[in-house]
């Protein structure tokens, strides 16, 4: 169990908060010189917790609090027990990634985040030497979702601009669902997608070689073959006729492809061309319109100017238009152009590896280029069936891990049926909280496996869910639900902190504080830290709220009174 008991600054910097078991509350009021709740370090105290936990200092909203406003020099601590374990972690923003553990008084300084999360996690999970666990601070991402979460994913944890990977690994922990079966998966998921990757490279480097598709390479090969036993026959007989066909044939299809793509570009030119003749501006010059007419008639060449003004604006306009289609045009088709001629020159080099070993008679030059052309045709007979065994090698090694994927989730699957009882008894709790307030038992709770990329799905349906309201409410019930639910509360820290999670209707959040005001009792094994604004509360709110605020209130932010005792400029 993890319950906090204190958060403090050496030097003192902000006013220590001292938490107690069950439900701790971090209210936000207005005060005398605003109405506003909002900005005044609830969620800043919050972030604190979790920098004192050894929360990743690039992520934490600390990074953004400039020096002059809160000296990085300065110790953030907080103190706390895991089960009997008195602990305190002191870390500054400069010392960051060395922050120093006292352990029932004694100091230990760490060299890095990583050791020390390792320690913490080796004390949380002192007990369970054998069974695999999750890291101590994967455990808590779930244990203090991330704000910009934005609750709006029972599994997802974290700032949805950072797009961290899904990891199930501390739910899993918490319904007892082997861990060791769903990471061995992720492995192979790994693995086949690693040789997905080197397969497609594969293929690609193929078609290069063979210029066709895939699917006729292996044409390919048995030709080359057909070919190379051919040269090797007239290099047995001392002739080379046969090698000459091979040869001028190739030599044939190279100056065929040659001549169509040439011909080709020869259009795409022409195109070019013409389009660029339509470029440049013909206008009239208005002004020796005008100054004509007027010598015809006083004021005419007026009058009739500013309607000629009128059409020369309204053709510039179209001509603009008209320039915009036509350059993109002539970027297209100078791209193809492009691509034509990288194409001709690779034809260029083949088409002179074949006939520089044919003299001007059409022969071939002497025996010994029977063997330059016997090497050549090795060479490339050879290059390809190594690519398409390397390519038939990955193949197999992925339909046999997708095999060995399969069979893991099977075992997976009997896991999850395993811990069916404890499924049923945590959509139990659900479904009384979904009751209570909702006023329906309109709800349900599955975990499945998947082939996706996932694994997992955890399946919460509430009524109306989909609404940024009730998706909040949602990661409300599945947390509540976790610390209510024996089998789950068994296997959790004992610790929650939820910040701003209740920006929900009126209705809904009273009635949430009052379901928590039923079962507080039942959360004194545990600690709920939760921060709230007092103006969500409204007058006729206030005679229907069963949640004593002021037993719970462990401190008070104004405007006039903020965390940090000042207002600052987020960097």
Same mark, same amino acid.
């Given at each position: ?357 044919l003299n001007q008679t059409g022969q071939l030059r002497n025996i ?20 398409i065994k390397k390519y038939d090698d990955y193949e197999s090694k ?10 893991? +989730? =099977?075992?997976?699957? $009997?896991?999850? !049926?395993?811990? &069916?009882?404890?499924? @049923? #008894?945590?959509?139990?709790? %659900? *479904? ?75 209705? +809904? =959040?009273?009635?949430? $504080?009052?379901? !928590?005001?039923? &079962?507080?009792?039942? @959360? #004194?094994?545990?600690?709920? %830290? *939760? ?41």
């Amino acid at each position: 169990m993890i319950k906090i008991n204190q958060l403090y600054s050496e030097p003192r910097t902000f006013e220590s908060i001292n938490f107690k078991p069950g439900i701790n509350i971090i209210l936000g009021e207005k005060d005398t010189t605003s109405q506003k709740t909002n900005g005044v370090g609830k969620t800043l105290l919050i972030e604190f917790i979790n920098f004192a936990l050894m929360k990743e200092f690039k992520r934490s909203r600390l990074v953004k609090i400039p020096e002059k406003d809160f000296s990085h020099e300065i110790y953030v601590c907080l103190d706390f027990h895991i089960d009997n374990i008195h602990i305190i972690t002191k870390r500054s923003i400069n010392e960051e990634s060395t922050p120093i553990i006292y352990v029932d008084g004694i100091r230990k300084v760490f060299s890095s985040i990583e050791d020390a999360t390792n320690f913490l996690s080796v004390l949380l999970y002192k007990n369970e030497k054998k069974k695999v666990h999750p890291s101590f601070r994967s455990m808590l991402g779930l244990l203090i979702r991330d704000e910009r979460s934005e609750f709006k994913s029972i599994v997802d944890c974290y700032d949805t601009k950072l797009r961290i990977p899904t990891d199930y690994t501390p739910h899993l922990y918490l319904f007892g669902i082997n861990i060791i079966l769903y990471k061995e998966i992720k492995r192979l998921q790994k693995t086949i997608l690693d040789l997905s990757t080197a397969k497609n490279k594969i293929k690609e480097d193929i078609e290069s070689i063979t210029g066709k598709k895939l699917a006729n390479a292996r044409a390919e090969i048995n030709d080359l073959d057909f070919q190379v036993k051919k040269i090797k026959k007239e290099m047995d007989m001392l002739e080379g006729n046969q090698t000459f066909d091979i040869i001028r044939d190739e030599v044939s299809s190279y100056e065929e492809q040659l001549d169509i793509l040439r011909n080709k570009r020869a259009i795409i030119k022409s195109e070019i061309t013409k389009i660029s003749l339509l470029s440049g501006d013909n206008y009239i010059d208005d002004k020796e319109v005008v100054e004509l007419y007027n010598k015809l008639k006083p004021s005419l060449g007026d009058n009739i100017g500013k309607e000629l003004s009128e059409v020369i604006k309204f053709k510039r306009k179209i001509d603009e238009f008209q320039k915009n289609l036509i350059d993109s045009r002539k970027e297209t088709l100078t791209k193809e152009i492009n691509s034509l001629d990288e194409i001709i020159s690779e034809l260029v080099i083949k088409l002179h590896s074949k006939t520089s070993i044919l003299n001007q008679t059409g022969q071939l030059r002497n025996i010994k280029v029977l063997f330059i052309a016997y090497e050549k045709k090795l060479e490339e007979l050879s290059q390809l069936s190594i690519f398409i065994k390397k390519y038939d090698d990955y193949e197999s090694k992925i339909k046999a891990k997708k095999g060995e994927k399969s069979l893991k +989730t =099977l075992e997976l699957d $009997l896991s999850v !049926l395993d811990q &069916k009882n404890t499924t @049923l #008894e945590f959509q139990e709790t %659900i *479904l009384s909280i979904h009751e209570y307030v909702m006023g329906n038992r309109k709800c349900s709770f599955e975990i499945s496996t998947s082939e996706k990329k996932e694994v997992f799905n955890f399946d919460l349906r509430i009524f109306d869910d989909g609404s940024h309201s009730n998706e909040r409410e949602k990661v409300f019930f599945y947390d509540i639900a976790l610390l209510l639910t024996h089998d789950t509360f068994i296997n959790h820290p004992k610790l929650l902190i939820h910040d701003n999670i209740f920006d929900v209707d009126q209705d +809904t =959040l009273i009635k949430s $504080l009052n379901y !928590l005001s039923e &079962k507080s009792s039942g @959360l #004194e094994d545990a600690q709920y %830290i *939760l921060t709230l604004n007092s103006d969500k509360i409204g007058e006729i709110d206030k005679s229907l709220l069963k949640l004593d605020i002021d037993l719970y209130k462990r401190i008070t932010l104004t405007k006039n009174k903020r965390f940090l005792g000042k207002s600052y400029q987020e960097k």
